[in-house]
């Protein structure tokens, strides 16, 4: 089942924080994080495995709640190129690959 | 070496045609996963590759579409007699081991545009 991304979609100003949410209804083994630009592939920003751990690069940085199902990106002090559309992707186990979400657009602008 | 390369990177085909889409993992990594992306949406997953074992098809839309990976490398995604629903981004991705194990990062390709007019 695919995940639920929210919100839809985010207009920021530069420096500005974000924070995007992604939550399914299955326990999840693992979500991964990815971003993709118009009219190219999703970029791999981070996965976070079960056990509630942080990730972080810069100033981005990710949550993961196992027992709620849910992980959060949080972008710090945005900049013009975050802009894009991010992904998270849910691992359940199973043999289907990873199950993304809807994707969540960010506007970020000057 | 390189990262996933796909072609063609552009295919427009008229409705009831066949196309096949080119998929060319890094190398070294033995999965491979086909998606498509349709406009404005998320990432749909088609078919995943282990090695040389049998793919695991449980994502192919209807049976107009199929898969093969010669000697666990290149992979062809065959839709025949498209529709013009079939119209989409087609993304390729590898990995260095299955989803036996667990968070292993996908690697994606630039993904064809096929447009069924």
């Known amino acids: 089942q695919q995940p639920v991304q929210s919100p839809q979609a985010v207009i920021l100003r530069e420096g500005e924080d974000a924070v995007i949410n992604c939550s399914s209804s299955k326990a999840l083994y693992s979500v991964h994080w990815y971003r993709q630009k118009h009219g190219e592939a999703p970029v791999f920003l981070m996965i976070?495995?079960?056990?509630?751990e942080q990730k972080g690069h810069e100033k981005i940085s990710a949550s993961f709640n196992e027992k709620k199902q849910q992980s959060s990106l949080y972008l710090t002090a945005s900049q013009l190129s975050y802009s894009g559309t991010y992904f998270c992707?849910?691992?359940?186990?199973?043999?289907?690959?990873?199950?993304f979400g809807k994707g969540t657009h960010l506007i970020i602008q000057p | 070496g390189a990262g996933v390369s796909q072609s063609p990177s552009n295919k427009v085909t008229e409705k009831g045609k066949d196309v096949e889409l080119r998929c060319d993992p890094i190398s070294g990594h033995t999965a491979l996963y086909w998606y498509r992306q349709s406009l404005g949406q998320g990432l749909e997953f088609l078919i995943y590759f282990q090695g040389n074992s049998a793919p695991d098809k449980s994502g192919l839309p209807s049976d107009r579409f199929s898969a093969e990976r010669t000697g666990g490398s290149v992979s062809t995604l065959t839709i025949q007699r498209t529709q013009q629903e079939d119209s989409a981004v087609y993304l390729c991705?590898?990995?260095?081991?299955?989803?036996?194990?667990?968070?292993?990062?996908?690697?994606f390709g630039p993904g064809t545009r096929l447009t069924v007019l």
């Open positions: 976070l495995l079960k056990g509630g």
């Open positions: 992707g849910t691992e359940a186990g199973g043999a289907d690959g990873l199950t």
């Open positions: 991705a590898s990995s260095s081991t299955g989803t036996s194990a667990v968070g292993v990062t996908q690697y």
